[in-house]
């Protein structure tokens, strides 16, 4: 995780200096109002690669309870059911949760255009830091899993988020067990 957070800090102070010696700080010599900027691009495409990979997923998936989105910024979103989470204070991939990861990655082996991002997630139970690190575990389990399955080990990268972003009440039981959970995100690679 700290490789990924000195490459995004890196990357992000480079665009930064990029932007500022692109930007002029003269006016135009005719005294005219600058050009308008354009609207960048958006960082994800939604592609006919991602359209076929999001049809191959959904059949490949079918019958587990897997949803499969686009996200608002051109991504695949695979939401994997509650009841194949992990136990309290674990990161081992339950027979149940391989058994869809095996369709993931049956899904994902030909899609050699594509990214996979893992983003592990716990409850609230034990400790702030505990629980990142169990995140981290969670997500590195199922890229583990899934490179295991023939995905390239260069397509999956894995992060963790702790019990920061919880989908359901902590304070139950079945909350609990929502939030422990990993989520999938597929993009065309840059």
Do not use: Y
Not at 49 to 74: M, S, Y
Not at 80 to 101: C, H, M, W, Y
Not at 133 to 160: K, M
Request: aromatic share 2%; charged share 20%; glycine share 8%.
């Amino acid at each position: 995780m700290r490789k990924l957070v000195v490459s995004s800090a890196a990357a992000a102070v480079l665009l930064f200096i990029a932007g500022c010696a692109s930007q002029s700080s003269t006016p135009p010599a005719d005294g005219a109002a600058p050009a308008a900027k354009t609207e960048a691009p958006a960082a994800n495409s939604w592609t006919a690669r991602l359209a076929t990979l999001k049809t191959d997923l959904e059949a490949a998936t079918k019958g587990t309870g897997v949803v499969i989105e686009q996200t608002a910024d051109n991504q695949l979103h695979l939401v994997i059911p509650n009841e194949l989470s992990f136990d309290t204070g674990r990161a081992n991939v339950k027979r149940n949760l391989a058994q869809v990861l095996d369709k993931v990655a049956d899904g994902l082996k030909s899609a050699t255009a594509a990214s996979v991002r893992v983003i592990g997630h716990t409850d609230n139970t034990g400790s702030e830091e505990g629980n990142e690190r169990l995140s981290v575990s969670r997500a590195d389990s199922v890229r583990n899993h899934l490179v295991g399955r023939g995905v390239s080990t260069t397509a999956v990268t894995t992060d963790g988020r702790g019990s920061r972003e919880p989908v359901a009440d902590n304070g139950t039981v079945a909350g609990r067990a929502q939030n422990r959970r990993v989520e999938l995100f597929v993009a065309e690679k840059a």
